[in-house]
């Protein structure tokens, strides 16, 4: 027999793998759904990729790829005999199958035992080996069998990497120097000190300077200027600003090159008037609540519903998500965005083309894992409803509730979580999250997984149009910009009970003078009209130049719909910065309506009696030591080496990578090869970089150039527009961008992805200075449903336009202090009624609090 077995299995010899150090074996789920070892037809695992798949799915990964070996995992549970000893050791058939495995089930195990049992199966054939056989099998094939079945799980192994990475302490943080130059950080309204912006900051541990971190490939980051003065003062801690909570903060080491961890980042923050540090604790279920838990236990009890006797619903459309432990803002996001057909069709819908059509590694991919959790959140197979059998012995034994709570299992979706965390410095965490930023995410994610064919998130986009007026001059210039959702405002001064409020604020200071216990808080009331007219408000802008006055002025800015989403989303601005830095959220309820009419917010464009702002860029203002060496800097241009030999390195000549970097003005890497792939056919491909032999002295002084200080009348730089025309875009655009930007590239691409190309006619109309109101995204006169669509040749985002009526069908909530604490769940409007979704559990809502919720999501209604 042993023979025979060796002999059967020497053709497959070359396909079975031992797994090796990094190897992820995925033992405890499908790839394709979320079949599992206990699961009815068991789970089949790759001997060559340690892949899963259920019963359904192993045949596909056979025919793509020819493998034929697979182990097969059973897990049999079963309810222990009336009398059986509490706490018994559960039986196996063998000590080492499974070992590690994760239970699927949410089962006490002094009620339950189990037994494991695994085989070898041979496709096509399906010859099964029984496990373990070590006599009769190939050693190879003994312990490439042994190794599976001790392997850790998949996702132990990356979480280590990814979620609970052991950071060292920082050699600077003990000695770590800070100047006494009374530099007092504000909690909010940071920007960088050397080029404005305002993400992705970092403030400088030792003399509190406020700078951007680098650029990214993905249009991420900043402009390096941290990093820059690390290398001109050598100050060697930094912390991002926008990570602090009370639990910490993201430290990084420019000089050890890695993040770190700060012991004494609280002293070191309050040097700067920040102070970070806020008792919390946790409660047995995992969510992170305050400490002064009467003011929101009666936010816990609504939202939740608590003391209710909610009824579970199952089947589609009423399957939980199971919290991976504090992992409810992905679950809520994913309930809300599976009930939108648009979601529903592309993944769902397109299931099994996703799925015949996916990568050999199906867990990496991006569309596969989407129409995974869709198909489980939607076709009912993991939310099936108990027995009337089951019903009645439960019953009888006075465990209805049990029951209820052990039916709803739901689905994990640690897969899903693994893939779009990966690289991001939060939501890779274990942390809480801000469901709206995940939210964002997650569209970004379908954004760049949707490029040529159907895109789910075109439901959610929408064109705002801004309309910036110089106070001085009365000027306007009008602007439009691609937006996925509208952030309201909470102004406290509208709330209805305003006299109660001041009444409270009263007593709590004078019980906090006298060391009293507080009062009982009460929560501000606000309509919902009130804070969409503070949302519509004019709002003042920083640092406005005006071209009319070739100066600095007063601007103020107002925005409104140039066209209205199929879907809006709506989020409630609920958490804020205090004084003392700590961040809080607003105990606020607003009367959001069920149905909303938005149609007077409506763009209409440039009127007849405003007059447009000239269309001129601030002057470019160089500093000393840049203006003093300008024509050093001109004989000898600046190029990253590093990146020209990183290209240079895959075969391209060096001349033409340097030539490349230089004309992508030293973006990276992949701005440079995307130059190289352009222009590698040009006769001088491969040539030395040669400079222009004239060119403009940027001084004002010049005046020999027919524009003096204003070189936007000249033609971009064609290398420019070559890399733009290579992305893609129209040579008109890309002409028409640089010239808007002053010929800087990188914000030339963010300048074509917020002003959406309009039709030749119009361009050429505009060209003749007539009346602008012709483009269609702002004009209010069109209240049927449009699609811009690449039939017609624009490089602009694709906007379903329609009437701005709306009516409520989901929510999302959130319970807590704070984003980085908390519980989120979600109502949905399904078949008329409102369900709860609380992580696994699905019941009818009896009292949806729809005055208590965080995000908002309305469907247009159609024309009348």
Known sequence: MAADLGELLVPYMPTIRVPRTGDRVFKSECAFSFDSPES?????????????????????????????????????????????????????????????????????????????????????????????????????????CDAVLNASSAYKKQEPESWEEEIQVSKHARSLRQLDNDVRIPPNGWKCQKCEMRENLWLNLTDGAVLCGKWFFDGSGGNGHALEHFRETKYPLAVKLDTITPDGADVYSFEEEEAVLDPQVSEHLSHFGIDMLQMQKRTENGHHIDNNTRTRVSEWEVIQESGMKLKAVYGSGYTGVKNLGNSCYLG????????????????????????????????GDFATQMAKLGHGLLSGLYSKPPMKSELIEQVMKEEHKVLNGHQQKGVSPRMLKALVSRGHPEFCSNRQQDAHEFLLHIINLVERNSAGSENPSDAFRFLVEERVQCCQSRRVRYTQRVDYGIQVPTPFEAATNREELLTYEAK??????????????????????????????????????????QAKSAGVKTCRFASFPEYLIVQIKKFTFGVDWVPKKLDVAIDVPDFLDLNR?????????????????????LPEDTRDNSMSSIDSPEIDEAAAMQLAEMGFPLEACRKAVYYTGNMG?????????????????????????????????????????????NSPPEESVSILTSMGFPRNHSIQALKATNNNLERALDWIFTHPEVEESDTLSEMADTEPNDNTFSNANSHNDFM?????????????????????????????????????????????????????????????????????????????
Not at 603 to 620: F, H, K, N, R, Y
Not at 807 to 827: D, K, P, Q, R
Request: aromatic share 10%; hydrophobic share 35%.
């Open 40 to 144: 009815e037809g068991g789970l089949y695992v790759c001997m060559n990729t340690f892949l899963g798949f259920g019963r359904e799915h192993v045949e596909r990964h056979y025919r793509k790829t020819g493998q034929s070996v697979y182990m097969h995992l059973k897990r049999h549970v079963k309810e222990k005999a009336t009398g059986a000893a509490a706490g018994a050791i559960p039986r196996r058939r063998n000590g080492k199958v499974f070992l590690e495995l994760e239970l699927n089930r949410d089962f006490n195990g002094e009620d339950y035992e189990y037994e494991d049992e695994a085989k070898l199966v041979i496709f096509p054939d399906h010859f099964e080996i029984p496990l373990p056989n070590i006599e009769e099998l190939p050693a190879l094939v003994t312990i490439a």
């Open 332 to 363: 809520t996001v994913m309930q809300v965005l599976f009930s939108i057909p648009d979601f529903q069709r592309m993944y769902v819908g397109n299931l099994q083309r996703i799925f015949d059509y996916s990568p050999l590694d199906p867990t």
């Open 508 to 549: 709590r200071k004078e019980a906090e003078e006298n060391m009293r216990a507080p009062p009982e808080p009460v929560r501000a009331r606000i309509p919902f009209t009130a804070c969409l007219q503070a949302f519509t408000e004019p709002e003042n802008v920083p640092d406005f130049w005006s071209s009319a006055l």
């Open 601 to 621: 917010l409506r763009a209409a464009g440039l009127q007849a009696s405003e007059e447009e702002l000239p269309d001129i860029m601030p002057p470019i203002v």
């Open 669 to 713: 890497p992949e701005m440079a090869f995307n130059w190289i792939i352009a222009h590698m056919e040009e006769p001088d491909f491969a040539e030395p970089l040669t400079l222009p032999s004239m060119i403009p002295d940027p001084s004002p002084t010049t005046s020999d150039s027919p524009m003096g200080a204003t070189p936007l009348g």
């Open 788 to 864: 811009l669509s690449p039939d017609r040749e624009t490089s602009g985002p694709r906007i379903k336009d329609g009437p701005g009526r709306y009516e409520l069908f989901a929510f999302i909530s959130h319970m807590g202090a704070s984003t980085m604490s908390g519980h989120y769940v979600c109502h949905i409007k399904k078949e008329g009624r409102w369900v709860i979704y609380n992580d696994h559990k699905v019941c009818l809502s009896e009292r949806p609090p729809k005055d208590l919720g965080y995000i908002y999501f309305y469907h247009r209604l159609p024309s009348s």
